[in-house]
T-cell receptor
Framework: DAGVIQSPRHEVTEMGQEVTLRCKPI?????LFWYRQTMMRGLELLIY????????DSGMPEDRFSAKMPNASFSTLKIQPSEPRDSAVYFC??????????FGPGTRLTVT | AQTVTQSQPEMSVQEAETVTLSCTYD???????LFWYKQPPSRQMILVIR??????QNATENRFSVNFQKAAKSFSLKISDSQLGDAAMYFC???????????FGTGTLLAVQP
């Protein structure tokens, strides 16, 4: 298995631009998670899905952030408009039922 | 609050020696899972070991083992025969019982001295 796949690996954009991060979970996993990691706040759970349905989005910082999971093999995290404080590493992870989560390699986002 | 606490921001160990990383947590649930993740400089989050709370036997994965004390809500990680490649940030995490949300500690940065 290829593991969790994220794209792009690096993204540099200007403030005000739309950013879309993509994730392909491990085949057969039914839970998908989006995390953000910064030096100041550590690892934060933004949102997670079970069977493609958003279960808890309480970690989504603002209305500028949105996430979708149109099918079992794809999810997106969108930031519109982006701001410099959104600069972070964004991780996607997937798991099966209550099992351990497997993380993707992350997307390093820089907003200038 | 449901928290996970790692009280050691940094640790250092000599190559081939043994080191123990501490973790305590808070929960009101009786059934849950505990995990240790490793994050090397590549920033990839790698699962090191997991423990089911209902199992009394401590989990072991090669050179990595845990000391799980359920009553004390303690879950420490022991790394034996430390290798240079073990140098990384280590995160302790707990899931939320009925949900799969992971609650992470703040991490312990482990340095391995040659």
């Amino acid at each position: 298995d290829a593991g969790v796949i994220q794209s792009p690996r690096h993204e540099v954009t200007e403030m005000g631009q739309e950013v879309t991060l993509r994730c392909k979970p491990i085949s057969g996993h039914n839970s998908l998670f989006w995390y953000r990691q910064t030096m100041m706040r550590g690892l934060e759970l933004l949102i997670y899905f079970n069977n493609n349905v958003p279960i808890d989005d309480s970690g989504m910082p603002e209305d500028r952030f949105s996430a979708k999971m149109p099918n079992a093999s794809f999810s997106t995290l969108k930031i519109q408009p982006s701001e410099p404080r959104d600069s972070a590493v964004y991780f996607c992870a997937s798991s099966f039922v209550l099992g351990e989560q497997y993380f993707g390699p992350g997307t390093r986002l820089t907003v200038t | 609050a449901q928290t996970v606490t790692q009280s050691q921001p940094e640790m250092s160990v000599q190559e081939a020696e043994t080191v123990t990383l501490s973790c305590t947590y808070d929960t009101s649930e009786s059934d849950y899972y505990l995990f240790w993740y490793k994050q090397p400089p590549s920033r990839q989050m790698i699962l090191v070991i997991r423990q089911e709370a209902y199992k009394q036997q401590n989990a072991t994965e090669n050179r990595f083992s845990v000391n799980f004390q359920k009553a004390a809500k303690s879950f420490s990680l022991k790394i034996s025969d430390s290798q240079l490649g073990d140098a990384a940030m280590y995160f302790c995490a707990r899931n939320g019982g009925a949900t799969n949300k992971l609650i992470f500690g703040t991490g312990t940065l482990l340095a391995v001295q040659p």
